[in-house]
């Protein structure tokens, strides 16, 4: 039994240090614990150069938003696609809100896309986890597919005031990572 414990500590410690191997241990899971396979997808970070689509979008209270506005009037823009039922997801969010209350004095606004659920329930969501900033609905992954298809959730999207994805994050976003992003990004 130690040795087993010896060896889930060792392995968890493993995928945090060191470049995971995708697969290896993926039954490999305990509760509170992230599995090594969750680990490796928290940190797949790309850069995308691509300007943002001309799309416009409803928010859940019915103000429609257009993206490339939103980019033109902001100096950053973070747009989360994440869903209800994503744990990951829906663990960031409460962080978001507060990185958000902190930077949109700053000119930062975010918007959180949700993929594949419904208004009412999003909306629900959102009101128990008292969310202020703007939220919207892509049930049909319109909007998603625009940006190239987001094929993992949650995914963080960057885009800067001259309406260009400067950076794009896939997976968990931490408080820590994402205050550290904005600050980067702020100074370019």
Excluded at 72 to 88: G, R
Excluded at 130 to 143: G, L, R
Aim: glycine fraction near 6%; include cysteine; aromatic fraction near 10%.
């Amino acid at each position: 039994m130690v040795a087993a414990g010896g060896f889930l500590v060792g392995a968890i410690l493993f995928a945090q240090l060191a470049q995971p191997i995708h697969g290896l241990f993926d039954p490999l899971q305990v509760e509170g614990l992230l599995s090594i396979k969750q680990l490796s997808f928290e940190r797949q970070v790309e850069d995308v150069p691509m300007k943002v689509p001309d799309l416009a979008i409803t928010t859940i209270d019915g103000r429609q938003i257009f993206l490339k506005e939103l980019s033109s009037q902001n100096e950053l823009v973070v747009i989360n696609f994440w869903a209800t039922w994503c744990i990951p997801c829906t663990k960031e969010m409460p962080d978001f809100e507060k990185v958000y209350r902190a930077y949109r004095h700053k000119k930062v606004v975010f918007l959180g896309i949700a993929t594949q659920d419904l208004t009412p329930a999003v909306r629900d969501f959102v009101s128990k986890l008292d969310i202020t900033y703007e939220i919207a609905v892509d049930a049909q992954n319109k909007i998603a597919s625009a940006f190239g298809g987001v094929k993992a959730l949650p995914t963080t999207i960057f885009v800067n005031s001259k309406n260009s994805i400067v950076k794009t994050h896939k997976g968990y976003m931490a408080k820590r990572e994402l205050e550290g992003q904005l600050k980067k990004l702020l100074r370019e």
